[in-house]
């Protein structure tokens, strides 16, 4: 990556993220989780398939294409997939995202034995401002209530997905082309998320201009843009700094559902967001 990308990539990655929380909450409206994930990953194969065509870059062979494919089943599989039954099973999205929020710090007490990174006090205060920023968004927001085990052991599954592919990334992942790279990824995803949409919902859905736009920003937001800035971030810095983002997800995840979805922002929340953004300056400093 190029110096002023590496330094655009951190607040671009932070928009589109957070954004395709609300975003993936509309479409949730409109078909299963399962089969909202079927279409993401399937037309994103089928968006990049002429691309491969017409670039011809180099594909990854071997190893290189099976770290690849591991990282995708960790995140796209994984991570997605739990986190979208732990919706469908009853927990609440503060739940969900309380349990996600510990991310950077699960990170953080694996890289120095994983990756070899050393971890300062500074980053360690950084991380616990971040947390509890993030979780003083999210209480102020909605609470939380009883949640149901099964959904919370799913939350966890996909915490764990997420920890696991970003070290994953970092001890094993080599630059390549973000072209075949998002394929191979996206085709892990729908080989997994197809068959379970067609088992579990039929693969049905309800075709609104509304479904299409989600769709749109899901593939194009999400699933090429941020992941492809998400691994280039990791393979270029500490992976510990790059966790520290995910604590402003869950503010930013709140502002951008206040418009969309109508979920406005107490006081409160907006004093943890500049919390969590203050603990992730010192993470990443």
């Known amino acids: 990556m190029s110096r002023p990308m590496i330094l655009a990539a951190p607040f671009l990655f932070l928009v ?8 993936a909450k509309l479409g949730l409206e409109h078909a299963g989780p399962f089969t909202l994930l079927a279409l993401r990953y399937a037309i994103a194969v089928l968006v990049l398939l002429p691309l491969l065509a017409v670039l011809r870059p180099p ?27 732990a919706f469908r099973s009853g927990v609440s999205a503060g739940g969900v995202a309380i349990i996600v929020c510990l991310q950077p ?6 890289a120095p034995r994983l990756v070899g990174e050393s971890i300062s006090r500074l980053r360690w205060l950084g991380l616990g401002l971040g947390l509890a920023g993030a979780l003083t968004v999210i209480l102020a927001r909605s609470g939380i209530a009883a949640e149901p085990p099964l959904g919370i052991l799913a939350a966890v599954g996909g915490l764990i997905g997420m920890t696991a592919g970003t070290l994953y990334e970092k001890r ?20 997994f998320a197809l068959p379970l949409a067609i088992a579990t919902e039929g693969l049905a859905a309800d075709w609104t201009p509304e479904l299409f736009g989600v769709l749109a920003y899901l593939i194009i937001g999400n699933s090429l843009i941020s992941i492809t800035l998400l691994l280039a971030m990791i393979r270029a810095g500490e992976v510990a700094r790059v966790s520290a983002l995910f604590y402003l997800v869950p503010p930013l995840a709140a502002l951008f559902a206040w418009p969309l979805l109508g979920e406005a922002m107490p006081p409160l929340a907006w004093a943890g967001m500049a919390l969590a953004a203050a603990g992730v300056t010192l993470a990443r400093r």
């Not at 589109?16 to 975003?23: E, H, R």
């Not at 710090?105 to 694996?110: A, C, R, T």
């Not at 094993?172 to 080989?191: C, D, E, K, M, R």
Request: proline residues 5%; positive net charge; hydrophobic residues 55%.
């Open 16 to 23: 589109l993220w957070s954004a395709g929380f609300a975003v």
């Open 59 to 85: 594909i990854p062979k071997g190893r290189a294409a099976l770290d690849i494919a591991v990282t995708g089943f960790l995140i796209q599989v994984l991570y997605f997939g739990l986190c979208y039954i």
């Open 105 to 110: 710090i699960l990170v953080s007490l694996i």
């Open 172 to 191: 094993f992942g080599v630059s390549q082309h973000p072209v075949p790279t998002n394929l191979i990824q996206y085709a892990v995803g729908a080989a």
